[in-house]
């Protein structure tokens, strides 16, 4: 599904795969943080919407079409231009490790109230309930791993 | 097509702020991370021309303002270079007044202990959040 990134296990949030290519950075701090990846041919906003702490972060991923890449190019204001191109789009959201890479993603196909890639708050709410489903996961994998060496 | 925002011409005494975050309290973490060293595979540490506020410089990088969290410090360019760091112009879109800080060589323990110190103490977040 070409709507969702494809992404590699430990790849570079700004090159997520092999077959991606980073056409344009927008914001750099540290490393690029804001930019246009094309992989297949398609592009992909990206953004960096959280650092976790020093060593993670969170990354956004969303598809949008040639028209609107040259919107992107063409704006004088394009924080505005980015907030209107990606309202409403589904977004691949990644989990990062400054080091190891990319670890986690997850495709989110419908956020409430059609936000940008700009809103963190609405793709911190969509991810709360993924990450705690993963730590429940995690959790009773645990609790079998300690009662089997119990045994 | 817009074009790249143009380079600043760094002066000697040009204020340069440092953006940082403090982690929520539940993470243990009291003092905020301020980079000391360029990233995995990066070969720069990024900060912004002017006197900027934690509002101002957490707009800039992070496109949003939380008041607990972000947190910023501040040096010259004279000063970076007097510890021997290259600081050089390297505006983006979105962050036109972006500055790297590069070092000809090594950026080992002692080199980032000597960028450290080229700071002032931090302002602006209210720790103790979460």
């Given amino acids: ?151 | 097509m817009p074009k790249r925002p143009p380079q600043i011409n760094l002066q000697a005494g040009q204020v340069l702020t440092q953006y940082g975050a403090r982690s929520p309290a539940f993470t243990g973490q009291a003092q905020p991370h301020f980079r000391t060293a360029p990233r995995a595979d990066e070969r720069d540490v990024s900060v912004l021309a002017g006197r900027l506020t934690s509002h101002q410089a957490a707009m800039a990088v992070r496109q949003e303002f939380v008041r607990w969290r972000d947190v910023v410090r501040y040096t010259t360019v004279q000063s970076l270079r007097n510890a021997g760091f290259q600081v050089r112009s390297t505006p983006s879109r979105m962050i036109p007044n972006h500055i790297s800080v590069e070092y000809d060589g090594d950026w080992t323990d002692d080199v980032a202990k000597r960028f450290d110190d080229c700071f002032d103490q931090p302002l602006g977040g209210g720790g103790g959040h979460g």
């Fill in chain 1, 1 to 151: 599904m070409a709507d969702q990134i494809a992404i590699q296990d430990g790849a570079r949030p700004w090159k997520p795969s092999g077959g991606s290519e980073l056409v344009e950075t927008y914001g750099y701090y540290d490393q690029p943080t804001l930019g246009l990846i094309r992989q297949a041919g398609l592009p992909y906003v990206f953004r960096c919407v959280d650092l976790v702490d020093d060593h993670y972060s969170v990354w956004a991923y969303a598809l949008i079409e040639d028209r609107e890449v040259a919107r992107l190019s063409d704006a004088e204001d394009l924080q505005l231009a980015l907030a209107e191109v990606t309202a409403g789009k589904p977004f691949t959201v990644a989990l990062a490790h400054e080091e190891a890479g990319i670890f986690e993603w997850w495709f989110i196909g419908e956020l409430e109230g059609s936000p940008s890639i700009l809103d963190s708050e609405a793709i911190r709410r969509a991810l709360l309930p993924i990450v705690t489903e993963l730590r429940n996961r995690l959790t009773h994998v645990r609790e079998h791993v300690v009662e089997e060496l119990a045994h």
